[in-house]
């Protein structure tokens, strides 16, 4: 049983902490312990932990924290026994510690503030990996450093990639500061590319990829090398294939972060993009964190999950964070007596309880699905839809009686249909399996440091995107160019999901099946009965809230059209 904090606890304080959940709501009587953990958020999981133990409970510590006393400290220990000091104070060291029965912290404290009273507060783990993580300067090298480094053959020999600790290999080191400052700053790629007489690389944060860079080209082959090598991939594999496809795991500060590599032959050398694939600062849960949508959408979400079959499909560019839905969705459909399968390409979350399979290349598809539908599913998950053999084998599932979900590439959401048919599916067998189309995006947050305000959008704007005449004069925010400290010079922090979903009820199939609505029309009708918003509508309420700009609007939707 997985308690969800990021700590491991033995069986009797798993028991101790279940059974403070029951104590603490009356409801949860006759619910299974497994049951109880699923439903309970992290917060009340760590009021119990903090009841079991005796201790206050703080959900968030990252703003107690004083950074000079945190330096004082190993990070790598901290990390190892996810504690942190957060203050001192009349010889008084006020300490955060996840799991207040291991005994590291205590060992620690006592040897390096052998004079000073301890005083321990409870906290989530990824609060503890959070202040570790302020704290730690930036290990990115010079261009000096850069230059200095000698590529003479490193050891081949690296069986786990830590990217905090210190390297005898220049190119290891050069390596491990690239993937350590990106996880430090929450950047969900990193891009390679080399030139003529350059390699150069750069970090997608927040949706932008920023500033490259630059390194000596003499690195290049090294670099190349060592990132196969990390994969147990021999240097000979680049001249023998265009593409090569990978995964390593990066432990950083305690925890393991999935790096999923991906390379292919360019005319002057190769690019590589790194997938980091790092869930710990995320609150994949429905209705919370970065997937709080509006109660209507939430509730029609809710709806179309409780049909026993059909198909939920989750569509948008690459990046709109689709797979992240689509596993809070799988979280709130696990259940003890459901056989749960995901087909996946790779693997980015695993959810307890789920049985996760992971493509190694597209041939493996069809067999694999086969053998899904011999494995006695309830619920499927297809990483997605992208021809016609899948789409097949996805409305197959569901007609046969399956719960499915899975994710397709279109604009709108009222497209998913129209692809589906371009993939030569019948319109009917559409029609009587489709529970629900999605539509998502992931849109840019201004910092709320540094953003600036502003009377109105300009006229020349509001033409062009059709907006009513109310704007012109509506306060509205927009992001500092130079940004701040606060948003490390971006002018953003952080992105929220937006969504637009289109049920499809057994009155509207039924329309959409005798070809009597179009996809189009099927959406206006859908809007027209429920208020339900668009994409639209929900960047425009964001803007309104002064929670991000049109800058960042107009880069993830289509605003020249009124929904």
């Known amino acids: 049983m997985n308690l969800n904090l990021g700590?491991?606890?033995?069986?009797?304080?798993?028991?101790?902490?279940?059974?403070?959940?029951?104590?603490?709501?009356?409801?949860?009587?006759?619910?299974?312990?497994?049951?109880?953990?699923?439903?309970?958020?992290?917060?009340?999981?760590?009021?119990?932990?903090?009841?079991?133990?005796?201790?206050?409970?703080?959900?968030?510590?990252?703003?107690?924290?004083?950074?000079?006393?945190?330096?004082?400290?190993?990070?790598?220990?901290?990390?190892?026994?996810?504690?942190?000091?957060?203050?001192?104070?009349?010889?008084?060291?006020?300490?955060?510690?996840?799991?207040?029965?291991?005994?590291?912290?205590?060992?620690?404290?006592?040897?390096?503030?052998?004079?000073?009273?301890?005083?321990?507060?409870?906290?989530?783990?990824?609060?503890?990996?959070t202040v570790i993580e302020g704290t730690a300067a930036s290990s990115g090298p010079s261009r000096a450093d850069l230059e200095a480094l000698e590529v003479d053959e490193f050891s081949l020999e690296i069986p786990d990639f830590d990217v905090t600790r210190q390297y005898d290999e220049p190119i290891a080191q050069l390596v491990a500061s690239m993937v350590s400052d990106a996880i430090k700053l929450h950047a969900s790629d990193i891009h390679i590319k080399t030139e003529k007489t350059s390699i150069a690389y750069s970090y997608r944060i927040d949706g932008d990829l920023g500033s490259k860079v630059e390194m000596p080209v003499k690195l290049r082959d090294r670099i190349d090398a060592f990132l196969l090598n990390l994969m147990r991939l021999p240097p000979e594999e680049r001249n023998k294939r265009p593409g090569i496809s990978g995964r390593f795991t990066a432990t950083y500060y305690g925890r393991a972060v999935g790096v999923r590599y991906e390379r292919h032959r360019t005319y002057r050398g190769y690019h590589v993009t790194m997938r980091l694939l790092d869930k710990t600062h995320l609150e994949a849960r429905l209705g919370m964190g970065t997937l709080a949508f509006d109660e209507e959408t939430l509730f029609e979400l809710e709806k179309a999950m409780a049909v026993p079959t059909g198909i939920i499909v989750m569509s948008g560019p690459t990046g709109s964070g689709k797979s992240?839905?689509?596993?809070?969705?799988?979280?709130?459909?696990?259940?003890?007596?459901?056989?749960?399968?995901?087909?996946?390409?790779?693997?980015e979350d695993e959810i307890p309880g789920v049985t996760h399979c992971d493509l190694r290349d597209s041939s493996e598809f069809k067999p694999m699905i086969t053998s899904f539908m011999r494995s006695d599913p309830d619920i499927i998950l297809m990483g997605e839809v992208r021809d016609r053999e899948s789409a097949e084998l996805a409305i197959e599932a569901a007609i046969t009686g399956h719960k499915v979900l899975t994710t397709i590439h279109t604009p709108r959401a009222s497209q998913i249909i129209e692809r589906f048919e371009q993939l030569g599916m019948e319109r009917w067998k559409i029609a009587q399996t489709l529970k629900a189309a999605c539509a998502q995006r992931l849109v840019k947050l201004l910092c709320p440091a540094c953003r600036e305000k502003q009377t109105g959008l300009s006229e020349r704007e509001v033409r062009l995107f059709q907006l009513d005449p109310a704007w012109l004069q509506r306060t509205v925010y927009t992001h500092r160019k130079e940004g701040c400290p606060e948003c490390k010079g971006r002018g953003y922090a952080g992105r929220t999901a937006i969504l637009e979903i289109l049920p499809i009820s057994p009155r509207i199939g039924d329309a959409l099946a005798k070809g009597q609505i179009t996809p189009f029309e099927l959406e206006q009708a859908i809007r027209k009965e429920s208020n339900l918003p668009s994409l639209r509508d929900n960047g425009l309420k964001l803007l309104e809230a002064g929670r991000t700009d049109m800058d960042a609007l107009r880069k993830v939707l289509d605003l020249t059209y009124e929904s």
């Open 324 to 347: 992240t839905t689509l596993n809070a969705m799988l979280r709130e459909l696990n259940r003890p007596e459901d056989n749960i399968l995901t087909l996946e390409n790779p693997v």
């Open 7 to 129: 700590v491991e606890f033995n069986d009797t304080i798993r028991s101790l902490i279940v059974e403070q959940l029951r104590e603490n709501n009356s409801q949860d009587e006759f619910l299974s312990d497994e049951a109880i953990v699923r439903k309970s958020s992290k917060v009340r999981i760590l009021g119990a932990v903090g009841k079991a133990s005796g201790l206050p409970a703080f959900p968030q510590v990252r703003d107690l924290a004083d950074s000079e006393l945190v330096g004082y400290c190993d990070p790598s220990a901290l990390s190892r026994g996810l504690f942190v000091p957060l203050r001192r104070s009349n010889e008084q060291i006020l300490l955060a510690v996840a799991n207040p029965w291991d005994y590291r912290a205590d060992d620690y404290c006592a040897t390096r503030f052998p004079d000073e009273e301890i005083l321990k507060v409870v906290t989530l783990a990824s609060e503890v990996s």
